[in-house]
């Protein structure tokens, strides 16, 4: 087996005591409050607090990971002879991938004898913590470097990434739904059900009314698309709404068997696009 590491970044919404138990490090993309003068990673924050003060009318802003961070992160583990696999957050989002690629290309220049494999994952949240926690089982099994990378590029195509938010105005700041959309929606308890395509973008796929049928519709789409259901493993996040979480996890036992393994939050750099109350459901499917 070949000596790599695993290296994702902060936007796969691992709390990082698990990674480090996965020993993958990671470099984290940024969060900046309109009204405060500092910037703060992903983790720094709780993030029962962030999301208060979401409620509370504060608009965040996030920042995507630049080459020189990446580079500073990757340079240690290669001055030790290890390989790299970066699995990175979606193209489709953010630029974060991207600026790995560029340090990947800048340091094997410097590095010639060693291998530096990137991977757009097109996923978010713990959708893209799915993908790195299988990574890990797959190198845990003895694949190596080009076989994980390869495993990672395969699955990408089949993880199924569903969501739905509590209030659209989030959404209407990103350009997701209109303003008309937007009051209309809060007047009827309008929930929009969205999913992320296969480039990695976040598309809006349906409504229903009411809270508890937008939480519904996630689990009728397990049902609908999981490649084994009741078999495959299940990832559940959410933006301070840990009952809703239990309920999606309870849905899914009942209705098809399903354990879910890990329930996660929505970080922060994904939670200042998506608002409280996000609650996002991934697993591996026939298609995304």
Not at 123 to 129: D, E, K, L, T, V
Not at 194 to 202: A, Q, S
Request: aromatic residues 10%.
């Amino acid at each position: 087996m070949s000596d790599y590491i695993i290296f994702t970044d902060s936007s796969c919404d691992i709390d990082p005591d698990l990674l480090a138990q996965w020993e993958v490090p990671f470099v984290s993309l940024t969060v900046k409050f309109e009204e405060d003068a500092e910037s703060f990673a992903n983790f720094d924050m709780p993030f029962d607090q962030f999301y208060d003060r979401m409620r509370k009318g504060s608009v965040a802003r996030t920042s995507a990971v630049n080459m020189e961070a990446f580079k500073e992160a990757f340079e240690p583990y290669l001055k030790q002879g290890k390989d790299l696999l970066y699995i990175g957050f979606s193209s489709g989002l953010s630029t974060t991938v991207n600026s790995g690629a560029m340090a990947a290309q800048e340091l094997a220049e410097a590095y010639p004898e060693r291998k530096i494999i990137v991977v757009d994952t097109f996923a978010a949240s713990a959708g893209f913590g799915l993908l790195v926690y299988l990574a890990v089982q797959e190198k845990r099994k003895g694949a190596t470097l080009e076989q994980a990378a390869k495993f990672v590029e395969e699955q990408r195509v089949h993880l199924c990434h569903w969501f739905t938010v509590d209030d659209l105005v989030y959404l209407k700041r990103g350009g997701r739904v209109s303003a008309a959309a937007c009051f209309v929606g809060g007047l009827l308890d309008i929930k929009p059900v969205l999913h992320m395509d296969d480039p990695g973008h976040l598309i809006n796929m349906f409504k229903v009314r009411g809270r508890r049928a937008s939480i519904k519709a996630l689990a009728d789409k397990y049902g609908e698309l999981a490649l084994n259901p009741g078999k495959d493993t299940v990832f559940i996040s959410h933006g301070d709404c840990m009952d809703d979480a239990k309920l999606l996890e309870k849905m899914l036992r009942e209705r098809f068997g399903a354990s879910v393994e890990l329930i996660t939050y929505v970080g922060p750099v994904i939670g200042s696009h998506s608002g409280p109350g996000t609650l996002a459901l991934f697993f591996l499917g026939r298609e995304r």
